[in-house]
């Protein structure tokens, strides 16, 4: 049976095109129906890898080059928040390995060899050198490129660790400032996911345009089709007037199978309406910056940006159900989101 490319419907075996979406159908269902935006990134070497990544998490996915020129990468619906978790650590490490470049960029302008760097970790305790090792009490130094690389992110305290003269120290505290001072969407990395989820709403509001557009013309070409016939006006030969005839009779009945389609979206509509009321009452009553910000566990802002919205989809779930369809939940908490927190 045929399918749609678009929307996933199935079709009748003599239908080619998809009434809805207006595209030409396949043989099989599409696999990426299945699948679910996990991000966007604009660097090709840098989907390259994430798709690695998710490979070696045991997470199939599909990139997909976008009209912008950025790599879509798809996810399996079933598997998303792993897929979220494991693009979490991924970004992290893809992350400190572009700023140590970055770094070590800046210092060779200056003449600083970043390799020949050690940090004095003798006499300290651990989480002043910030170094996680199962090695570290035992080593008396190691290089600096070990703990950029660790949970040092502060341009002073690398430099407190450093074992080197006063003008050395002072051009790594300049490099390691002016690259974590950068914006933090170094890999060019949209974690706000499209939405992919078109609320009833909306909708009905395309099918009662449709309704209104085509049935109106639809109507009004009819009507000049039939004066043409009865004689009043003589503007058209037989063949333009048969094709005329078709056409605006296929506008009318488009306009009219919109508007069965928004009968039954009508109450579907309301009832998501309904919901999404209860859901914004129980989050302004339940949540607040506070509590928004205890979901944080990473230090970038696009991640604590994914850990605050999966904070609130798992209270959603909790009070309303884990049945909650993913792509609507995702497109709900990311506008209450914006409107409430994201305030810039």
Known sequence: MPWCPKCGNEYEEDVTECSECKVALVDEYPEK??????????????ADKLTDYLKYSGIDSITELNDDNEYDIYVPKKKFYKAEEAFKGFYIATKQEEQLKEIKERLDEKGVDLDSIKVK??????????????????????????????EVTEANDIVKLVDADEKTKKAIQEAVSDTLSDEEDDLKISTKAKKQYESKDDKYKDYESTFYTFTIFGVIG????????AGVFKFLNPISLGVMGVLFLYFVVVGIDAKIKMGKLKGEAKAEREMEKEFESYLDAALDERMLKSFDRHDSLELN?????????KMLMAKFGEDLEGDYLDRFVEAYYDNRFDKE
């Open 33 to 46: 129906l299945s699948m679910k935006l996990l991000v966007t990134i604009e660097s090709e070497s840098n």
């Open 121 to 150: 970790n003798k006499g300290k305790a651990e989480e002043d050198w910030g170094i996680d090792s199962q090695e570290e009490e035992t080593r008396e130094d190691v290089s600096i490129e070990d703990a950029l690389l660790s």
């Open 222 to 229: 009819l009507i000049v089709v039939v004066l043409q016939l």
């Open 305 to 313: 940006y994914m850990d605050e919205t999966a904070g609130i989809k």
